[in-house]
C-alpha cells in the first residue's frame, strides 16, 4: 500500500477572482500564497523522508 493511499483526496481548488482585487490585495494575495508554497514543500520533503525511512526497512 502507498502512503498516499491514506491522504485524503480534494478536488481542486477554485479560482480566485482577481479582477476586484486592488495592487496591495494582489500583491498580499501572491505573498499569502508564496508562504503556502514553501509550506508544502516543506510537508513533501518530511512525507518523503519518511518514506525513505520506511523504503530502507522494508528492503534490509
Do not use: C, W
Not at 494575495?29 to 509550506?39: D, N, V
Amino acid at each position: 500500500m502507498d502512503l498516499d493511499d491514506l491522504e485524503p483526496k480534494k478536488g481542486k481548488p477554485k479560482l480566485k477572482n482577481l479582477e476586484p482585487m486592488g495592487l496591495e490585495e494582489l500583491r498580499e494575495y501572491i505573498s499569502t500564497l508564496e508562504s503556502e508554497i514553501a509550506r508544502t514543500r516543506v510537508e513533501i520533503d518530511r512525507k518523503e523522508k519518511h518514506r525513505q525511512g520506511l523504503d530502507g526497512l522494508f528492503k534490509s
